[in-house]
């Protein structure tokens, strides 16, 4: 506990020096917020779309959406530090390179609530409404994708080991994972195959678990799929970082 605390101060104290890295990952969700959920209000309410109300269909999507993002891409953070040989200088300390990995992922959760926290206050300028019980359910599963996502791109940013690399394999799996998600319009609207892709994509099962807990409807089936989906895959992909750094710090 001691050498996770250590790590989490150390980096908490390197993002504080530059706190643009804090609300980064929110500039791309901020935009569709401002952008093109006004556009959805000429879809609202036509036969198809789930909500009269296009901000309270959009807005928990974006919260997804923005775990997505942010926790996909924090492994440039990881890489920065192999490159620079702050890995290679941790091998002669006896620091726990268990505490090594959940320091960095704690840190990264913490910026991920921050990060859901603006986005919810600026969609309810735009008339979002939510249940407060609901929105605590919200932030442990915007924690267990956020978890998985981390885990993932700190593994990744281990093995690839080079920018452009890592850049290509992240944008390869996010890209189709946040279209066959359901954030953007209903999958009801695509053809028969992109609806089948999109059972295997498990963010569309979160995306559809968000617009239920910001409703109030915790005890929608889609909230226990998507809590036992991420509950196994942030248990796998952490046990899988946890190895790759215990060998990149041997």
Known sequence: MRDIY??????IRVTFRNPFWIFHGLVQ???YLLLFGPLLNGVAGTRGFPSANAIQFFAPGLLIMNALFSAGFVGFSLQDKVDCGFLERLRVTPVSRLALALGLIFVSSIELVIQSTVLVLC????GLQFDLFGVLLLVVLILLIGVAMASTSFTLALITREGGMLAGVTNTFVLPLLILSGVMLP???GPPLIQVLARFDPFLYAVNAARALINGSVLDPSVGIAFLVFAALSLVTLAVFIRGMREAVA
């Open 6 to 11: 250590l790590i989490m101060t150390n980096e």
């Open 29 to 31: 969700p901020v935009i």
């Open 123 to 126: 969609a309810l300028l735009f």
């Open 187 to 189: 999958i009801s609207f």
